[in-house]
């Protein structure tokens, strides 16, 4: 696996974002389902009975830039 | 500790905020060139057969009208009535009526749903907070957050704010409707955030209200913005993690855990941006 470090000078993959064309148009449903599945996963099994010995704060946003 | 935990969540709505305006106000981005690191390898958990039943009860059409609805695609129906949303504004008619549809989606299905109202900067509105208290281990939360609110950077009326954050919105939504079947050990927190466009004040003023022990039964923390947005249809998915470590060692567990079930998606983590 890469982690990819942000550096800020990429451009903005959504080209709609903040603008009065993100709208359903622009939205892939399939994308939003298979996203959906993920955070399923991840929180049925992270409120099932499994040690988590460390406290975790989660800045993560599961968030689609292109 | 409260203050630490504070700053970890002040941390939080900082790195939100950070997303959505970019780097020093620059533009976000691109994992194409991105800087890129070698991370150790993350061992692949096997699919686990009782979370693979809960997954194949998660439905797109519902999905879908949900989407349509809080943008204005088609009409959100609340009881009897029915609106077009126009925007989902801070403050505005548009984000209300989406706030009580929530409120009567995660009631109906048996969540503790309340309202919770803040004021901040100059800004005023409410947070939606669903919960579902665990069966074995109640006082360990894992929170969701996605923002209902919207932006509007010009004159246009009709600004449906569909990637940033009705995907999020709809995604928390399903999630709620097909966990609802279900008891889990820990407890399940929905926070439904307003205010998020103009310095995450929504979630900023919730973990202000939290007291300590409410602080101390937080567990993780996910936030999920902007889901919607895939025009090249590669799938790809980005887990930002910023540069917390702790958090950092759970985005490669996530993405870990979300590569070994049968999803169209492939896992990033992206790191930085503080």
């Known amino acids: ?66 | 500790m409260k203050n630490l935990r504070l700053f970890h969540w002040t941390l939080l709505g900082s790195l939100l905020l950070v997303l959505a305006l970019g780097c020093a106000g620059l533009p976000l981005a691109s994992s194409s060139t991105a800087e890129a690191a070698t991370a150790p390898p993350q061992p692949q958990a096997a699919p686990d057969d009782f979370i693979l039943q809960i997954l194949a009860g998660v439905r797109q059409d519902r999905i879908v009208n949900d989407l349509k609805a809080l943008t204005g695609e088609s009409p959100l129906c609340i009881e009897s009535a029915c609106y077009t949303v126009q925007n989902r504004l801070t403050g505005s008619q548009g984000l209300s009526w989406a706030k009580d549809y929530v409120v009567k989606e995660l009631s109906s299905l048996g969540y503790s749903v309340t309202r919770q109202d803040w004021s901040m900067e100059g800004f005023s509105d409410q947070n939606i907070i669903a919960r579902k208290t665990g069966t074995q281990v109640p006082d360990e939360a894992i929170y969701l957050v996605a923002h209902l609110d919207g932006v509007k950077t010009t004159a246009d009326e009709r600004f449906p704010s569909a990637d940033d954050d009705a995907s999020g919105v709809v995604d928390l939504l399903e999630v709620a409707r097909v966990l609802s079947a279900y008891s889990f050990e820990r407890t399940l927190v929905l926070l439904f955030s307003t205010g998020e466009e103009q310095g995450v004040l929504g979630v900023r003023s919730h973990v202000n209200a939290l007291s300590s022990s409410e602080l101390s039964a937080i567990r993780y923390v996910v936030s999920v913005d902007m889901v919607g947005y895939d025009a090249n249809d590669d799938g790809a998915m980005q887990l930002w993690s910023g540069d917390n470590a702790p958090s950092l060692t759970f985005a490669q567990e996530l993405s870990g855990i979300i590569q070994a079930y049968p999803l169209e998606l492939s896992p990033q983590v992206i790191s930085g941006c503080t």
């Open chain 1, 1 to 66: 696996m890469q982690i990819q470090k942000y550096t800020g000078d990429q451009a903005e993959l959504n080209p709609y974002n903040h603008t009065a064309q993100d709208s359903f148009a622009h939205i892939n449903t399939n994308y939003v389902f298979e996203q959906t599945k993920a955070t399923t996963v991840i929180t049925a099994k992270y409120l099932s009975a499994q040690e988590l010995n460390n406290r975790v704060f989660m800045p993560v946003a599961l968030r689609r830039k292109n």
